[in-house]
């Protein structure tokens, strides 16, 4: 059973590109978690889906970020028009119940805007 | 609003000495609380989950306790290794909520 599969691991956009970052979740899982890492910073919850479903998404910044998490397919987190502040790492994790059984996280994306 | 604290923020000790790392959650309401340790440039690797309802989790050389109201619960290390050396991680998951909120960690180094 493979752990969240995070990719890619590092990626480099210049101000202004688009940035998509994939999760796919471990066998089994239906809910999907995306996380923030600044630099220095703890982890800050961004949002949570289930199976094209965006359950709260409290932690996105209202502009420029999206995410989604397709019937088939791993979930997306898509930032448009990058700025400098968005370099940071992306941490998805992913649980098979209301986190009965706790959250697993991947490897993260560590995204450096240039 | 649930904050989680950690300490301390870093902790240098020579091999071989049993340690304790602190975490702290200001909303008592929660409904398990997770530690993780997170090495240089990687992702997060859960170590013990304790639900609410829960005293205390072992795995090896691990221990962690919790005690729900006073919001405070501990990782014990015993017997440290230079292995061990890491970003310990504590985080909270509150009751109707699948957030989890995070400490900012305690960065563990074990010295040989």
């Known amino acids: 059973n493979a752990g969240v599969m995070q990719n890619p691991r590092h990626l480099v956009r210049r101000r202004g590109q688009e940035a998509r970052l994939r999760c796919s979740p471990m066998k089994g899982h239906s809910h999907v978690y995306w996380y923030r890492q600044l630099p220095e910073e703890g982890l800050k919850f961004m949002v949570y889906l289930q199976k094209e479903n965006i359950i709260d998404e409290s932690g996105m910044p209202k502009e420029r970020f999206s995410a989604e998490f397709p019937k088939e397919g791993p979930s997306i987190l898509r930032i448009q028009q990058v700025v400098r502040g968005d370099s940071a790492a992306y941490f998805c994790?992913?649980?098979?119940?209301?986190?009965?059984?706790?959250?697993?996280f991947g490897q993260g994306t560590r995204l450096t805007v240039v | 609003k649930q904050e989680v604290t950690q300490i301390p923020a870093a902790l240098s000790v020579p091999e071989g000495e049993n340690l304790v790392l602190n975490c702290s959650f200001t909303?008592?309401?929660?409904?398990?609380l997770q530690w993780f340790r997170q090495d240089p440039g990687k992702g997060l690797t859960s170590l013990l989950l304790i639900q609410s309802s829960q005293r205390e989790q072992t795995s090896g050389r691990l221990n962690a306790s919790l005690d729900k109201s006073s919001g405070r619960s501990t990782l014990y290390i015993a017997a440290s290794q230079p292995g061990d050396s890491a970003t310990y991680l504590c985080?909270?998951?509150?009751?109707?909520?699948?957030?989890?909120?995070f400490g900012k960690g305690t960065k563990l180094t074990v010295n040989p």
């Open positions: 909303d008592s309401a929660i409904y398990n």
């Open positions: 994790a992913s649980s098979p119940t209301l986190l009965t059984e706790g959250a697993f």
């Open positions: 985080a909270v998951s509150q009751g109707g909520s699948e957030k989890l909120v």
